[in-house]
């Protein structure tokens, strides 16, 4: 299994282009996540036109959800939309059991973050990998 990630500034790049691109990759058949999903500009017209099959919620949004209500208004309305249209939703950048709670309580269907397990080395990744612990 393969997931191509793409930003939302990629897509407003050549938004014709970019959707016939995306759609052969979708072809392949290869999954497309918008990734730092909300951080970015594109119109939300846009959304279900590139036919992604995840978004990914940028970390500047998680890690203030436990100090501001608008970051989970923001949280809660990119959950929504992303569920109405298909598409899987992960929180990245979860740090602290409040903030995986939190998201949990939200149904996020998946989650990225020091609070699982930092960024470890090629070699030691690959160790994880052949002692199937990732």
């Not at 119109?43 to 940028?58: E, G, H, P, Q, R």
């Not at 500047?60 to 990119?78: D, P, R, W, Y």
């Not at 950048?93 to 989650?111: A, N, S, Y």
């Amino acid at each position: 299994m393969l997931i191509v990630e793409i930003t939302e500034s990629v897509l407003l790049q050549d938004s014709e282009e970019t959707i016939s691109i995306l759609q052969d990759i979708k072809d392949l058949p290869i999954k497309i996540a918008l990734d730092d999903f909300g951080t970015g500009y594109s119109s939300l017209s846009y959304l279900a036109a590139f036919n992604a099959d995840t978004i990914k919620i940028d970390r500047s949004f998680i890690m203030g959800c436990t100090l501001h209500n608008s970051n989970l208004v923001i949280i809660k309305a990119i959950i929504a939309m992303g569920k109405s249209l298909g598409m899987k939703v992960i929180a990245e950048g979860i740090e602290t059991k409040q903030q995986f709670e939190l998201l949990r309580k939200m149904e996020v269907q998946e989650g990225q973050g020091f609070y699982f397990k930092p960024p470890v080395s090629p070699e030691e990744f690959g160790a994880l990998l052949k002692k199937g612990t990732l």
